[in-house]
């Protein structure tokens, strides 16, 4: 079965720019979960989708947003980029049921905002 | 509010056992979940609990005592390639629903 992909691997944007990441789970995986991760805050929980639905939501302003399609790919979108954004963007996949969150992540886009 | 605690750093020798704490605190609870994450990779899952006890999977085991909010990772049998950062994560009801909560990493080297 083959794992969680993340595309592109590698981004750098200007401040001020927007960026759209994708991600396409496991198959059979109806749950995408998005991570922002970086050396002082480490993981921080933005959103999870099920279903094409939000279904939980992290403490990150607005300009964090994201969508599922009826595949289960999510895309995750950051508008009016800052350079704080900078960071590494996991996407996670699980079957989302049940209280069992294991969860399969992807290898990360590692965004870069100058 | 919703906070984990784990150790920075440990280290051990090749053939040791090791054990990572994890304390927390949070609004709700659903289990606690462990990952293993190498430099430059994604982090891997590697064990659940959802009830107080042991968990055995391998050379790892997790454990929890959900009265104490403490739970650990125990690695045996310590191998070069267990250096990697270990993060404990739980589910906790934030304000915005339920959000998934992941500790600071505890950050394992394994000596020759």
């Known amino acids: 079965k083959a794992g969680v992909t993340q595309t592109p691997r590698y981004l750098i944007k200007t401040r001020g720019q927007q960026v759209t990441l994708s991600c396409s789970p496991i198959?059979?995986?109806?749950?995408v979960s998005w991570y922002q991760q970086t050396p002082g805050q480490g993981l921080q929980f933005l959103f999870e989708?099920?279903?094409?639905?939000?279904?939980n939501k992290g403490n990150f302003p607005g300009r964090f947003s994201g969508r599922q399609f009826s595949n289960s790919r999510s895309e995750m979108n950051v508008s009016t980029l800052e350079l704080g954004d900078s960071a590494l963007y996991l996407c996670?996949?699980?079957?989302?049921?049940?209280?069992?969150?294991?969860?399969?992540f992807g290898p990360g886009t590692r965004l870069t905002v100058t | 509010g919703q906070s984990l605690e784990q150790p920075s750093e440990v280290t051990a020798v090749e053939g040791a056992i090791v054990q990572i704490n994890c304390t927390y605190q949070?609004?709700?609870?659903?289990?606690l979940s462990w990952y293993q994450q190498h430099d430059g990779g994604a982090p891997t899952f590697l064990s659940y609990?959802?009830?107080?006890g042991l968990e055995e999977t391998g050379r790892f085991s997790s454990f929890l005592s959900r009265s104490d909010s403490y739970g650990y990772l125990l690695l045996q049998e310590l191998q070069m390639k267990d250096s990697a950062s270990y993060f404990c994560?739980?589910?906790?009801?934030?304000?915005?629903?339920?959000?998934?909560?992941f500790g600071p990493g505890t950050r394992l080297s394994v000596l020759p």
């Open positions: 994560a739980v589910r906790d009801f934030g304000n915005y629903g339920q959000n998934f909560v």
């Open positions: 949070t609004s709700g609870f659903y289990g």
């Open positions: 198959s059979g995986h109806r749950s």
């Open positions: 989708y099920f279903s094409e639905t939000q279904r």
């Open positions: 996670a996949s699980s079957s989302g049921q049940g209280t069992s969150y294991e969860q399969y």
């Open positions: 609990n959802a009830l107080d």
